[in-house]
């Protein structure tokens, strides 16, 4: 089975909506009296669309799945940030080495209640993406989330995180500044903060680059979100040396929310607007909101000692099997 882009797998359905929007376009010419033929014919069209997007979605695989988290449109965290928060203030750098574009983050108001938020972000352009390193985030990245949380912590502030990398940067440079080491120190780090900590699995949950940011009191997942210890084209090449072979690795990787849900590896999964978030980012960033609340609200009783004790319990009991 051929490995499929986002674009490819969802070209019938994006050449009907381009279809529907030319004649919206076009009913926007006519006078009142001569509308109501193309009016017609435009429900038809929406209705043939929304039964597609019905069948379409009720039958994903993993490899669909992986398509879907990687949507062009999808929102990345600096959209969720937008539509759920205000007084957002970008803070940057690590003040050990430099500035990394790949992790965005600083103070915002969530309904009025003071936050720091942070998360991964990628870029919507070839230049976007190269400036943010298409959210794959170096050293300096994670130094800096260990910079805001810690800030975090000494002010009270909850935590929120937001997950969207295929995996931390592989390069040499890293390697030579120790992303290995900031990754396991930013996860130290959130062990022993005294705040909640909510993360939410937005898009890609890839390796130690999402988990390097992920170790919460709640680990909330969107429904067509993955979450994997390696891409699935990197395992293939791997284990077959052939990328191309992703579908069947994905399906071997037990990657999508409802594998995680099952694994006790997230605690809830979110559901999204009918053919994905990128279609109603605004009805996915309410469900989102909704359940940052929800989980701050549960997590409010309890004081630090409790809040980092329920995180260490959480993680502890990952990985454990009983066998007859």
């Not at 969802?10 to 009142?32: A, M, V, Y």
């Not at 979605?57 to 449109?73: D, H, I, M, N």
């Not at 009191?217 to 791997?238: D, F, K, T, W």
């Amino acid at each position: 089975m051929a490995a499929k882009s986002w674009k490819e797998w969802e070209k019938p359905l994006i050449e009907l909506e381009e279809g529907i929007q030319k004649l919206k376009d076009q009913l926007r010419t006519l006078p009142e009296h001569d509308r109501t033929e193309l009016q017609e014919k435009i429900a038809g069209f929406e209705a043939r669309r929304d039964n597609y997007i019905e069948v379409m979605y009720s039958r994903l695989g993993p490899w669909e799945k992986v398509l879907v988290a990687r949507a062009e449109k999808r929102p990345y965290t600096l959209d969720y940030i937008q539509m759920i928060f205000t007084g957002f203030v970008e803070l940057d750098g690590d003040r050990r080495f430099g500035a990394d574009k790949a992790i965005v983050g600083g103070p915002a108001l969530l309904d009025g209640r003071p936050v720091m938020v942070l998360g991964h972000q990628k870029g919507r352009n070839i230049q976007e993406r190269q400036m943010r390193n298409f959210a794959m985030a170096k050293p300096e990245g994670y130094r800096k989330a260990i910079r805001l949380m810690q800030m975090a912590d000494r002010f009270g502030m909850p935590i929120v995180t937001f997950i969207d990398t295929p995996a931390a940067d592989p390069g040499v440079e890293s390697e030579s500044r120790g992303i290995s080491e900031a990754i396991a120190d930013s996860m130290r780090v959130m062990f022993g903060i005294s705040v909640p900590i909510v993360s939410v699995v937005i898009g890609e949950g890839g390796s130690g680059g999402a988990l390097g940011i992920a170790i919460a009191n709640r680990v909330l997942m969107q429904e067509h979100a993955i979450y994997s210890v390696i891409p699935p084209e990197g395992c293939a090449a791997i284990l077959w040396r052939m990328p191309e072979k992703g579908p069947q690795a994905a399906a071997a990787l037990k990657l999508t929310a409802q594998s995680a849900e099952e694994f006790g590896l997230i605690d809830q999964i979110l559901p999204e607007p009918r053919g994905g978030a990128h279609r109603d980012p605004i009805e996915a960033a309410e469900t989102v909101k909704a359940a940052i609340h929800k989980a701050l609200e549960d997590f409010a009783p309890m004081d630090g000692t409790a809040l980092k004790q329920d995180r260490y319990a959480k993680f502890r009991k990952m990985g454990q099997f009983e066998t007859a």
